[in-house]
């Protein structure tokens, strides 16, 4: 049996970045709290749990006061920042410089709306926690469209300023903002492709990766807006792909008449589990051999 883990899988840099400004405050201090799960992936967060993160959720934060949070690579909405200023909060701010220069772009275009009357849309996944910072750039005025469906909201007589989560798909940002434009006519629209290269890059080196095996696994947490993109596109390239987000998920009649397995993940998968899982599928292979 051939198994295989993606060398393109793996943590993208604005995870490694916040998962070492946390490792970094934990050698100094036993205890950090850290707003949301600091990466969607619970074998990670149960490894910082260890070292002292403690994960606190929103409503938790603005119950507290004279402590030190971490912000994570997701970014926070304006009204954090000002909690965390009256209440002498201490913010370590692990913001993917990405997502905190799509913070800012939709800051000025919400600015640019007062004037013109024109839509702030953003192409994202409604609740997820980068969106709700990036909502929160437009005092919560920014419509946010999952896809076709969500387009009746816009009003296509104002001129519309499209942006992107930076984990969405090129591919559906084209498709949407083809139907804009369509439904707009001579009203102007504007196209901000802010989807983020660590994940469109890695899209052409999963199709292929994917494509070679004859049953693909992927690993990734439920939540993880990518994990849910990459995974489709395994999916469409190689059918037997299977999604998993622990090891305890994977089921022994998957191998049966399987000569080769490929196993990659999204940007919040750390690489160890994706080499645990290559180990885990190589003893079930042994024992059934
Ligand atoms: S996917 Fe891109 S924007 Fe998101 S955390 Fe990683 S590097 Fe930053």
Redesign the pocket.
Known sequence: MNIEVDKGSGF????VEAIRMAEEQLAQNQLLYCLGDIVHNNSEVERLSRKGLVTISHEQFFSMHDTTVLLR??GEPPEIYQHAEKNNIRLIDAT????LKLQNRILKSYEQAGKDDSQVVIYGQKGHA?VNGLVGQTKGEAIVVEGIQDLEQLDYQRPILLYSQ??KGLDGLHHLSEEIRKRSGETPVKIHDTV????ANRIPGIKKFAARFDLVIFVSGKKSS?GKMLYDICKKVNPNSRFISNLEEIEKEWFDQVQSVGICGA?STPKQLLEEAASYIQGIVDRSE
Do not use: D
């Not at 993208?12 to 995870?15: E, K, L, N, Q, S």
């Not at 993917?96 to 997502?99: A, N, Y």
């Open positions: 993208c840099f604005g995870v690579a997701h993917c410089p990405v997502v980068e930076t984990t983020c290269r660590q994940v990518n940007t």
